[in-house]
């Protein structure tokens, strides 16, 4: 049984450690932005009504139970 070992892709030259490190520079992770509710001062992600408090730029847009 003969194999014919061309058939799939076969790189031209070996890539260089600095090649490969540069083509992956962006594949890092970003840390998630994070606000603070104007109202309570919980973190919350930006452009999102806040879950503590339910407002959403200065309007309550949820209603939330008061734990008093």
Do not use: W
Not at 29 to 37: G, I, R, S
């Amino acid at each position: 049984m003969k194999f014919n070992l061309q058939m799939f892709a076969v790189p031209f030259r070996r890539v260089s450690k600095t090649a490969k490190r540069q083509r992956r520079t962006h594949l890092k992770k970003d840390a998630p932005t994070v606000t603070t509710c104007k109202q309570c001062g919980a973190p919350i992600a930006p452009h999102r009504a806040c879950t503590k408090c339910g407002y959403y730029k200065g309007k309550e847009v949820i209603k939330t139970k008061e734990e008093n």
